[in-house]
C-alpha cells in the first residue's frame, strides 16, 4: 500500500524566507505525486503534481516540487514566502492505475510572519 | 478548469436525522468521484470510492449503512449521514476524477456537519 510521510506538523518562515515542506513516499510501484492547499473550511487546490517526464515540477503560485526516487521524496518549495501563502498543505500520492483514490499525509501548517 | 459544486456547504441537523450532500461536477464527467472525512487539523480520511452504476466501494472501518452513497451520473454522487449523530459532525469532502484526465482530481469546496 502507499502512503506519504510530511515531516514537521507546522513551518513557521518570515515574508520574503524560503519555504520548503517535506513529503517523503512509500509505494511498491513508481507513485503519481501531488502537493494541494487548503484554506479554512474551503475545499483543496492543486499546487502542482508529479505523474511522468521532468522531476521538477513547476506549481501555481510560484511554488516547486522535486521527484527524487533514490530519497523517495517530494519535497515543496518557494523561494520567498507571501504572507498569503500561510495555510494547510498536504502532500498525496496514487498509484499509476486510473481510479485509484489519493492518500493524503497529514499536513504541515505553514504560517508566515511579518 | 474542472469545477466540483458540493452542496450543502454548512448544516446542522438534530440527532437522529438523516443528512444528503451532493457533489457534482459542473463541465466534466466523472465516472469515479471519491469521498473523504476531516476532523479539526487533521488530514483528509478516504472514506469510499464511488463508481458511476455500481455500489461505491468503502474503506475498511467504514459503515456502509451509515453513509449511504449513490453516484447515479456522470456528474452527481450523494452521500447520505442516515441517523446522524454528535459523533457524526465533520468536514465532508468529495473529489471527482475527470474522465478526460485520469489524474486530475477536482475537490469540491466542503461540508461542514454539526449533529446536535
Known amino acids: 500500500a502507499q502512503s506519504v510521510t510530511q515531516l514537521g506538523s507546522h513551518v513557521s518562515v518570515s515574508e520574503g524566507a524560503l519555504v520548503l515542506l517535506r513529503c517523503n513516499y512509500s509505494?511498491?510501484?513508481?507513485?503519481?505525486l501531488f502537493w494541494y492547499v487548503q484554506y479554512p473550511n474551503q475545499g483543496l487546490q492543486l499546487l502542482l503534481k508529479?505523474?511522468?517526464?521532468?522531476?521538477l515540477v513547476k506549481g501555481i503560485n510560484g511554488f516547486e516540487a522535486e521527484f527524487k526516487k533514490s530519497e523517495t521524496s517530494f519535497h515543496l518549495t518557494k523561494p520567498s514566502a507571501h504572507m498569503s501563502d500561510a495555510a494547510e498543505y498536504f502532500c498525496?500520492?496514487?498509484?499509476?492505475?486510473?481510479?485509484?483514490?489519493?492518500?493524503f499525509g497529514k499536513g504541515t501548517t505553514l504560517s508566515v510572519s511579518s | 478548469g474542472a469545477v466540483v459544486s458540493q452542496h450543502p456547504s454548512w448544516v446542522i441537523c438534530k440527532s437522529g436525522t438523516s443528512v444528503k450532500i451532493e457533489c457534482r461536477s459542473l463541465?466534466?464527467?466523472?465516472?469515479?468521484m471519491f469521498w473523504y472525512r476531516q476532523f479539526p487539523k487533521q488530514s483528509l480520511m478516504l472514506m469510499a470510492t464511488?463508481?458511476?452504476?455500481?455500489?461505491?466501494?468503502?474503506e475498511q472501518g467504514v459503515e456502509k449503512d451509515k453513509f449511504l452513497i449513490n453516484h447515479a451520473s456522470l456528474t452527481l454522487s450523494t452521500l447520505t449521514v442516515t441517523s446522524a449523530h454528535p459523533e457524526d459532525s465533520s468536514f465532508y469532502i468529495c473529489?471527482?476524477?475527470?474522465?478526460?484526465?485520469?489524474?486530475?482530481?477536482?475537490f469540491g469546496s466542503g461540508t461542514r456537519l454539526t449533529v446536535v
Open positions: 473529489s471527482a476524477r475527470d474522465n478526460r484526465a485520469p489524474y486530475g482530481y477536482t
Open positions: 509505494s511498491s510501484v513508481p507513485p503519481y
Open positions: 508529479y505523474t511522468t517526464g521532468a522531476t
Open positions: 498525496a500520492v496514487t498509484l499509476q492505475q486510473a481510479g485509484t483514490a489519493l492518500i
Open positions: 463541465d466534466f464527467q466523472a465516472t469515479t
Open positions: 464511488s463508481n458511476e452504476g455500481s455500489k461505491a466501494t468503502y
